[in-house]
C-alpha cells in the first residue's frame, strides 16, 4: 500500500493518546487524510499535541465514534475484545490494521529502516539519533515514544532515505501477538540492552530473548547491528544474527569503547576508541549534555550508526551540542524557593536507578527525595522487588504510592511497599508511602526545603503531580 493510494482517506484511531498512535495520526493528517480518534485516557502531553495539531478526539470509547464509517480503523494495542468500538469493526467488517503496520507500509517501506531497541534507553536514543541525523543534512522521517525538544514532536515525515524508529519489544495488537518491532524492516539496529520487562505478556526473561532473536533474523547482511558488548543477554541473543555487528561499550572487548569518561554537573565527556569503523579516529573526544554512564552507552550507539551512515564525527558533537533532549526524560518541570521538581519515566528499576545516579551528578550535594508511582504491568508485581529496594539506595528520600490497577494483580504477585519502605529504611533511607497524591504534595509542602531535588518517576500521567506540587510549594 503507498502513500498515493491512501491519499484523502478517512482514518479513525481507537486509542489515539498512545505515543505512538497520536504520532501517527500526525503524521497521516499531515499528508493530508482526515484523521480522528477516541480514547478513554486523553491526558497531557499527548492530548497537547493532538489539539495542536487540531485533531478531534472523543473521550471513551463507543461504537458511534465509528459513524459515519472510516476507510480505515487504528487499533491500538491496549484495546481488546469487548471493547466497543474492537466489536463494532469486526461486526461492520471495517477495514482496521494495527499501529506498527501502519507505519511499516505508509511510512518506513522503500526507506532505510534504523531501529532502536533494548529494555532501556530507547527513547532518548532514537531521539539523539534523529538530531544527529537530522542535524547532518540526512532529512530523516522518525517515530518515537516521547516528544523531542528540538523537534517538538514525536514524529517527522522526513524527506530523506532514512526512517528511525524506537522498536518497542511490547505486542502489536489484540488479533498480533508479536512484538512490534518485527513490523520495521530493519536495516540498521541498535541494541543496547536486555532485561526481563513487561511481565503482562513475557513470561520470563528467555521469552523475551526469543523475540530477540527472532527480530535479528530480519536485519539483511548489508545490514549493521551496533549492541551492547558488555550485556551478557544482549550477546546471548546476538549468536541468531546473520548480520555484520560492532560492539560497543565500556568494557576492552568492544570494538567501539569509551573511556577516560568524566562526569560534571554540565554533562558527561568521554573518549571513544574505535578498532572497527574505517576513516575514522582511533581516538576521539565527546562531550555529552546529558548526565549518567547509559547515557554514554546510548550515545555510543548513535557514533557507531551515525559513522557507518557517513557523518563526521565533528557533526556529530556539533548534534550532540545542541540536544535538548526528550520529555520526560530527566526533564526540569520547575524550581520554586530553591526546591527543582523533575519528571521521568523510569518505571525499571535499572531506569530508575540509572535516573537516581544521573540527578545525583547534575545536583551533587544536594538532598534527593524519589517519588515513585509503581504502575506499569512489571513495577506493580513482586519479580524485581529486591532490585526495586537496591536501586533506590542512592536516594536520601523515597515516596511510594498504592500499586496501580491492584484489582487486576493476584495477591501473591503483588509488589509488597511495606517490605520495600522497610528495607529502606534499615538502609537509614527515610521511606513513606501515601495512597493518595495529595498527601504526597502535602507531605513535601512540608518537609522540602531550598535546595532539594525531587525526581518524579512514572510511566503515566500520576495525577500531574509535577506541576501541582509546583504550584503548592
Not at 484523502?8 to 500526525?26: D, E, Q, R, Y
Not at 516521547?146 to 502489536?172: M, P, Q
Not at 550485556?231 to 541468531?240: A, F, G, I, R
Amino acid at each position: 500500500m503507498s502513500s498515493s493510494q491512501a491519499n484523502n482517506k478517512v482514518i479513525h484511531f481507537s486509542g489515539i493518546c498512545g505515543t505512538a498512535m497520536a504520532s501517527l495520526a500526525v503524521l497521516l493528517k499531515k499528508r493530508g487524510h482526515q484523521v480522528r480518534g477516541s480514547d478513554e485516557n486523553v491526558y497531557p502531553p499527548m492530548s497537547d499535541f493532538l489539539a495542536q495539531n487540531k485533531i478531534d478526539v472523543q473521550s471513551g470509547f463507543a461504537a458511534d465514534n465509528l459513524t459515519p464509517a472510516p476507510d480505515l480503523v487504528v487499533i491500538g494495542n491496549a484495546l481488546s475484545r469487548g471493547n466497543p468500538e474492537v466489536e463494532a469493526v469486526l461486526e461492520r467488517k471495517l477495514p482496521y490494521i494495527s499501529m506498527a503496520e501502519l507505519l511499516k507500509e505508509y511510512f518506513i517501506r522503500g526507506k532505510t529502516s534504523l531501529v532502536v531497541t533494548g529494555t532501556h534507553g530507547k527513547t532518548t536514543t532514537s531521539s539523539l539519533l534523529a538530531w544527529v541525523f537530522e542535524s547532518a543534512g540526512k532529512k530523516p522521517g522518525f517515530m518515537i515514544g516521547g516528544i523531542v525538544e528540538n523537534f517538538a514532536s514525536s514524529c517527522h515525515d522526513g524527506k530523506g532515505e532514512l526512517f528511525i524508529t524506537e522498536g518497542d519489544e511490547y505486542d502489536t495488537a489484540f488479533f498480533d501477538k508479536r512484538s512490534k518491532f518485527f513490523h520495521y524492516l530493519p536495516d540498521q539496529l541498535i541494541l543496547n540492552n536486555l532485561e526481563f520487562d513487561h511481565a503482562d505478556i513475557f513470561d520470563s526473561l528467555e521469552d523475551i530473548k526469543k523475540s530477540f532473536r527472532l527480530m535479528l533474523r530480519l536485519i539483511p547482511q548489508n545490514g549493521l547491528i551496533a549492541a551492547n558488548g558488555d550485556d551478557e543477554n544482549v550477546q546471548d541473543v546476538l549468536k541468531s544474527a546473520y548480520s555484520p555487528v560492532i560492539n560497543f561499550g565500556l568494557g576492552e572487548a568492544c570494538d567501539v569503547r569509551a573511556v577516560e569518561i568524566e562526569a560534571a554537573e554540565s554533562g558527561t565527556k568521554f573518549v571513544v576508541h574505535n578498532n572497527a569503523q574505517k576513516n575514522y579516529p582511533n581516538s576521539q573526544i565527546f562531550a555529552l549534555k546529558l548526565s549518567g554512564a547509559y547515557n554514554v552507552l546510548n550515545a555510543l550507539g548513535v557514533i557507531v550508526l551515525a559513522r557507518h551512515n557517513g557523518i563526521a564525527d565533528k557533526e556529530i558533537q556539533a548534534a550532540f551540542d545542541s540536544f535538548k533532549s526528550v520529555r520526560r526524560r530527566q526533564e526540569l518541570r520547575g524550581e520554586v524557593n530553591g526546591i527543582a521538581v523533575y519528571d521521568d519515566f523510569a518505571h525499571h528499576p535499572t531506569a530508575i536507578r540509572e535516573t537516581i545516579a544521573a540527578m545525583r551528578q547534575k545536583h551533587p550535594g544536594r538532598r534527593l527525595i524519589a517519588v515513585f508511582e509503581p504502575r506499569s504491568n512489571t513495577s506493580v508485581r513482586k519479580i524485581h522487588q529486591q532490585a526495586l529496594i537496591d536501586s533506590f539506595s542512592a536516594a536520601d528520600e523515597v515516596i511510594l504510592t498504592t500499586l496501580h490497577r491492584l484489582e487486576k494483580i493476584p495477591l501473591e504477585e503483588r509488589l509488597e511497599i511495606k517490605q520495600v519502605l522497610k528495607s529502606l529504611k534499615k538502609q537509614k533511607i527515610s521511606a513513606y508511602e501515601f495512597p493518595e497524591v495529595e498527601e504526597i504534595i502535602k507531605h513535601l509542602k512540608i518537609n522540602c526545603r531550598s535546595g532539594d531535588v525531587v525526581l518524579i518517576m512514572s510511566n503515566g500521567k500520576f495525577d500531574n503531580i509535577h506541576q501541582r506540587l509546583l504550584e503548592a510549594l
